[in-house]
């Protein structure tokens, strides 16, 4: 089916450790997105591909790091874990009239 | 200055109603686009419709319409004979121009119905 793919599905980190969340789409598209979404918020873009081979910063990009590994892949790394962090993470494939959103990891830090 | 408001918080709509959900918008580029989405509470977003700003006619997908009202800068949903796995959040969001960092989402509206 095509879409796109994000692992894990759930995560617990503790203050201070790091993790990569993955994101893989086969929808053949070049741009690539990384999201947050907080309660009784909507989504603010953290960081953003537009091509392979290139990365930006989008509205929250403190605390987090992007790696573009191919047209596929794009992964988003937590490299010491805030409590702030806690959120629900989406990320998303997709041309001018819409997006495709993979299904989200729920990254709780204690 | 907010880019997109969604001021109901939460709805309650009667099955087989039709309902309105609001959105307006701030932006000062003519081109844009307008999107709403569906959030069901498995957490998936859900592409619903979009909008251009240049299109003259409002967007529809089969029950879903957007009412555009460009000199109001409103983007309302309406969602015809409304079912009971309508009850989800939906969120109105906009891309200003062809901007890769510039897509932005409303709070959303909880929407809930009845049977």
């Known amino acids: 089916n095509a879409g796109v793919t994000q692992t894990p599905k759930f995560q617990v980190l503790k203050t201070g450790q790091s993790m990569t969340l993955q994101c893989a789409q086969d929808?053949?598209?070049?741009?690539m997105y990384w999201y947050r979404q907080d309660p009784g918020m909507g989504l603010r873009l953290i960081y953003y591909s537009a091509s392979e081979g290139t990365t930006d910063k989008g509205e929250v990009p403190n605390g987090y790091n992007v790696s573009r590994l191919n047209k596929r892949e794009f992964s988003l790394r937590l490299e010491s874990a805030a409590p702030s962090q806690t959120s629900v993470y989406f990320c998303?494939?997709?041309?001018?009239?819409?997006?495709?959103f993979g299904s989200g990891t729920r990254l709780t830090v204690v | 200055a907010q880019k997109i408001t969604q001021t109901q918080p939460g709805m309650f709509v009667q099955e087989k109603e039709a309902v309105t959900l609001d959105c307006t918008y701030d932006?000062?580029?003519?081109?844009?686009?307008l999107f709403w989405y569906k959030q069901p509470s498995s957490g998936e977003m859900i592409f619903l419709i979009y909008?251009?700003?240049?299109?003259?006619q409002n967007a529809t997908e089969g029950r879903y319409s957007l009412n555009f009202q460009k000199a109001r800068k409103s983007a309302n949903l309406v969602i015809s004979a409304s079912q009971l796995g309508d009850s989800a959040m939906y969120f109105c969001a906009m891309r200003e121009g062809h901007n890769f960092n510039k897509f932005y989402f409303g709070s959303g509206t909880k929407l809930n119905v009845k049977p």
């Open positions: 909008q251009g700003s240049y299109d003259e």
């Open positions: 998303a494939t997709g041309v001018g009239y819409g997006y495709t």
């Open positions: 929808m053949n598209h070049n741009s």
């Open positions: 932006t000062s580029d003519q081109s844009y686009g």
